[in-house]
């Protein structure tokens, strides 16, 4: 054979076994990431009816934290007849759906929240909540007002897309279907650290875990993250100023514990910029004030309650110390007594993107998204942030307002007038499916896709 031919035939042979150091292999691998995005469009378009009919049904039918049980039921049907391992009865109504792709490892986790609110919905809709409930003691109006429809509907809507793509899933999938993210009822436990406590992150243990939350602060199509601190802590305070009742036509011959609490107050809130890192955001909050009984009566005792907020894991602590001492010495210089309670054990950590795994998925969520912007961090709490203090984690925002509506105009979270425009629902499913499939891909300690 003449040397042309020999050329000829080798180039042949490379192209054939694809050797990965060959220019001819390139394209292949460059079209694989394409190919399966292709995949997974075609299959959101195709699961978009049924995303919608899952959300109007758990939005007509809310229910209260630690009391999802025909939420979860129809949850873990779903789950179970698209062939997925299934868990129910995990911090009471949790479910856990595990998805064993090509192969055991690595393992990521994706969670949504089921629970709603003591809110009597105000929007007009065809499948609007009616449902009534008992709250500490009281009938309330029942409502999705924070969007946890929409989270269970994308997350089993992105079980569907990734079970009918089992075979280019590169790992394992854990859903997390989550009750009582609102708190639970006084005197029970639930929620995220329930969840952990029961085995979620469990058989299998996965190495990362994703959330995202509907907002109406951004429009549809846009998408919103942040690395580091994303949302605060938040821990309960309580405060009891006590003084000494006596006539208020008389007060020198008492101890006046509402003027040491009015300057309590004054000085607490006023602690993060001016005695903490002005670069490190928080937030003291007064939000009820109880004492006394008359108009002429100087009491014993006042109570003071309240919030004590952070976006830093350290600056948390700090705000605790400093607020205690300035109490009990602001009291004191009264001659009052402050008893100071902050509940930090039942408080939500801060919610923290870890930003090695921002950095990672980053480019899966510039892709997906229409519109991608870095957030601001938020002072609200979540307590996805449990999850995160075990495994790293990332949180970000889906915007659901509509176009025509104005941020300003639109009601916010919690309000008996949020409203969701359900077509910011499929790009919720889209982003949380390819960032399932970027993580089992890309994962640090995984071989490269080939």
Known sequence: MTRHVWVSILALWLCACGDPESPVAAPQAERAPGARAGEVERRVRGIEPRLIAWRRDFHQHPELSNREFRTAERVAQELERMGLDVRTGVAHTGVVGVLRGTQTQPVVALRADMDALPVTEEVDLPF?????????????????????????????????VLSGMREQVPGTV??????????????????????IEEGALEGPRPEAIFALHVVSEHPVGTMAWLAGGAMASSDRLEIRVKGRQTHAAYPWRGVDPIAAAARIVLRIESIPGRETD?????????????????????????ELLGTIRSLDRDARWTLHERVRQVAESVAASSGAVAEVEIDAENGYPVTWNDPELARLVLP???RVAPRLVEARPRTGAEDFAFYQQQIPGFYFWLGVRPPQVSAEEA???HSPRFFVDEAALPLGVRAMTELALGYLTNAPGTAPAR
Do not use: K
Request: with cysteine; charged share 20%; hydrophobic share 40%.
């Open 128 to 160: 609007a909540s009616r449902e009534r409930a008992s709250y500490l003691g009281r009938e309330v109006g029942v409502m999705h007002a924070c969007g946890h429809d929409a989270h269970t509907a994308i997350l089993l809507a992105t079980a569907e």
């Open 174 to 195: 854990v859903f997390l279907f989550q009750p009582a993210e609102e708190r639970p009822p006084p005197g029970e436990e639930g929620g995220a650290r329930l969840m």
């Open 278 to 302: 002005a670069r490190l955001p928080g937030v003291v909050s007064v939000g009820a004030i109880h004492g006394g009984v008359r108009h002429n009566i100087i009491p014993d005792e006042v």
């Open 364 to 366: 899966t969520l510039e």
């Open 411 to 413: 009601a916010p979270n």
